[in-house]
T-cell receptor, first 114, second 115 residues
């Protein structure tokens, strides 16, 4: 069975600092991995996804994530945080690549301070 | 607005009452999904449709829950005899299928509070 663990339900960074949101997964087959962002009062929006190929994936708004099979991780990073990045971030895994089989983590709320 | 639309945004009901939510997907999307999100948790898959056919249902979807998509366009999710444990955000999403390229577009959700 597939599962996702997001370490840290709340992360606070200063504006301009590195953002690192951690995600570890469990999957019995090569996984497809996703990061979604949820801004207040808005629907979830896909940031980036890994399916096959290059393990460093670039997404929208300057975010990127690296698939590390040996560590079963898919951490999300951004070199320089902006106030507008404050939101909740969800990591998700799919064993089939279809959205119907997505298993989400519990989310990490990112706070950006001045 | 061409995004996924959900109505109502909020619903407060008394335990034992029936409630119905509506989702209007992006018009060219033939797949429609329902998820449930409780406080402090990520979204959990409930069910999905391809056109009007309901192709998969989660074990989370008890017999008090029913979803329809009669003409392959909008969908409704009905909860009968609501319980306090049904309180959650109900999310709808739509997509155009592609094994590697399927991308979900989510609505803003319907927040259900059962008193």
């Amino acid at each position: 069975a597939q599962s996702v663990t997001q370490l840290g339900s709340h992360v606070s960074v200063s504006e301009g600092a590195l953002v690192l949101l951690r995600c570890n997964y469990s999957s019995s087959v090569p996984p497809y991995l996703f990061w979604y962002v949820q801004y207040p009062n808005q629907g979830l929006q896909l940031l980036l996804k890994y399916t096959t190929g290059a393990t460093l994936v670039k997404g929208i708004n300057g975010f990127e994530a690296e698939f590390k099979k040996s560590e079963t991780s898919f951490h999300l990073t951004k070199p320089s945080a902006h106030m507008s990045d404050a939101a909740e971030y969800f990591c998700a895994v799919s064993e089939t690549g279809t959205a119907s089989k997505l298993t989400f983590g519990t989310g990490t709320r990112l706070q950006v301070t001045l | 607005d061409t995004g996924v639309s959900q109505n109502p945004r909020h619903k407060i009901t008394k335990r034992g009452q029936n409630v119905t939510f509506r989702c209007d997907p992006i018009s060219e999307h033939n797949r429609l999904y329902w998820y449930r999100q409780t406080l402090g948790q990520g979204p959990e898959f409930l069910t999905y449709f391809q056109n009007e056919a309901q192709l998969e249902k989660s074990r989370l979807l008890s017999d008090r829950f029913s979803a329809e998509r009669p003409k392959g366009s909008f969908s409704t999710l009905e909860i009968q005899r609501t319980e306090q444990g049904d309180s959650a955000m109900y999310l709808c999403a739509s997509s155009f299928p592609g094994i590697l390229n399927e991308k979900l577009f989510f609505g803003s959700g319907t927040q259900l509070s059962v008193l």
